[in-house]
């Protein structure tokens, strides 16, 4: 514990003239001296939490949340789920060739659509009278409900009965950036916060040793988005998603370079949590008191993280079930590796694969991606029932929009389309084994029960405890959220 500092409590004199003004003085000074010596500004309070976590100081039973920005919080009602695992697909997978079977789509293939239904619609790049492309692989009825579903993801189709599909997703972009962001932050504006930084600024973490909130990557490159996707926006910084890998150090600069102890980093980093506590104590800026625990926060990773993504733990009949090869970077591997995280705390946990924007090359593409991912995807869910945790986890499958039924590239490409896309959720608080939705013939528009980004963003919220419209938080004179001033509950896939 830090030592007092006598040399504030120097004498004061009386003034003669005004004996009141030497009393006042004199309290202040005591005030002053007390808050600042005696261990009890704000940012010591915090500090010392921190430092106890971390085996330096002992503290008879804290109160968490009195110290914490991220101890576990209390949503408005009793939640379904308390972790979420989004798996984000990149680049606007192909709903026609997956889950949106369409025979009309079929036999008109190579002829023109119908001139009113292109009637002021925009295209990302090809002229909307491109002609009709039918899907390219066949589909089957699987499950109970006998729900369609294509050849490409056999595991998928071996776990419709767990997940929630819908068919009627629409969105209002149709670039990659500004769907990506409307998607993970329900604006197509950069500096909003993501729904990740939500969930934790609303629910805190069980995790004291792991990120809140935990990002990877996967595929052919990153998001277009970029850091976007997972920015805190105006929220406190510290509600921000972190980069992990899945091979190598977990976190880049997260080991100590040669020649730096336990101890030298240690005092090194007392020493620079004491100059911004003292900083905090002064200015009252929540983003050093962000900094301190992110300072802190590195500092237990060191024995934290490598253990939480050391694959080799898990038995071969899990790895062979995800597809999972230790030490190599794959989706396969972040799919296990979000279950251990979840596991241990981590609130919401983001995987993006980036490879699903097939101008050109339909065919081969989607091979390729579903044979990627879909194995991966099926064995998350099934490993999170076996692990008696789906029940509490809600994990998300989808994309930032769909794909035309017009053609582009000559046979084997499809455009983006914002009008009508699919995606599935499985998990606590959901009817399982329901197809929710109905695009038109064509799958041009959503023809039943319509599903706006704002919705799932609201849905994903109720299913986490909170009402969309009270989870607010107020920036430049006005309260944000992150359905903004839209978003209704799709109450229709909820159990």
């Known amino acids: 514990m830090k030592s007092f500092n006598m040399s504030y409590a120097q004498p004061i004199r009386p003034n003669s003239a005004d004996p009141s003004r030497f009393a006042m003085g004199l309290d202040l000074l005591r005030r002053r001296w007390f808050l600042q010596q005696c261990g009890l500004g704000l940012g010591h309070i915090a500090l010392t939490s921190l430092m106890a976590e971390a ?31 989004l798996l984000f697909m990149g680049g606007g997978p192909s709903q026609f060739e997956m889950f949106d079977y369409k ?26 009278n491109s002609k009709l492309l039918g899907p390219k692989f066949k589909f089957e009825k699987k499950g109970s409900a006998g729900t369609h579903i294509s050849e490409l993801l056999p595991h998928t189709a071996g776990m419709l009965d767990d997940i929630c599909l819908i068919r009627s997703m629409k969105t209002d972009a149709f670039n990659h950036a500004p769907a990506q962001l409307m998607m993970s932050t329900g ?17 805190g973490s069980e995790s004291r040793d792991l990120p809140a909130y935990v990002v990877f990557n996967s595929g ?66 929540p983003e050093i008191a962000t900094r301190i625990n992110g300072y802190e926060m590195a500092y237990r990773m060191q ?27 794959s989706f396969a591997n972040n799919c ?55 029940d509490e986890t809600l994990v998300i499958w989808g994309g930032e929009f769909g794909r035309t039924p017009m053609v582009q590239g000559g046979n084997d490409g499809r455009d983006h389309h914002p009008n009508s896309f699919s995606m599935w959720m499985a998990g606590g608080g959901l009817k399982s084994g329901l197809a929710y939705g109905q695009t038109d013939e064509l799958g041009f528009d959503v023809a039943e029960n319509p599903v706006h980004v704002h919705d799932l963003h609201a849905t994903i919220l109720h299913l986490l405890g909170f009402d969309h419209k009270q989870l607010t938080y107020r920036f430049q004179g006005r309260d944000y959220r992150l359905t903004d001033v839209h978003g209704e509950l799709v109450h229709d896939i909820l159990a």
């Open 187 to 203: 604006s197509q504006q950069f500096g909003r916060p993501s729904m990740g930084s939500w969930t934790t600024y609303g629910l």
């Open 55 to 85: 085996g330096d100081l002992e503290l008879a039973g804290p109160d968490r949340s009195a110290v914490d920005p991220m101890a576990p919080k209390a949503p408005h009602f009793p939640a379904k789920i308390k972790n979420v695992i």
């Open 336 to 390: 296990l590796l979000a279950r251990r995280l979840v596991q241990r705390g981590v609130r919401f946990v983001q995987l993006f694969h980036e490879s699903w924007d097939q101008h050109g090359g339909l065919t081969g593409g989607l091979k390729q991606n579903c044979g990627d991912t879909d194995q991966a995807c099926a064995a998350l869910v099934k490993d999170l029932k076996q692990q008696g945790m789906l």
């Open 103 to 128: 025979p009309a789509l079929e036999r008109l293939d190579g002829t023109l659509p119908p001139p009113e239904l292109l009637d002021g619609y925009r295209a990302a790049f090809i002229n909307p």
């Open 303 to 329: 024995s934290s993280a490598p253990e939480a993504m050391a694959l080799s733990d898990e038995p071969e009949h899990i790895l062979k079930l995800y597809g999972a090869e230790p030490g190599k970077m």
């Open 220 to 285: 052919k490159k990153g998001p277009s988005a970029g850091a976007g996707n997972w920015n805190s926006g105006f929220l406190p910084s510290l509600h921000s998603g972190v980069e992990f890998r899945s091979s190598g150090d977990p976190v880049l600069y997260l080991s100590n370079p040669p020649g730096m102890s336990d101890w030298s980093q240690r005092q090194s980093l007392q020493t620079v949590n004491e100059l911004n506590r003292r900083r905090l104590d002064v200015v009252g800026d």
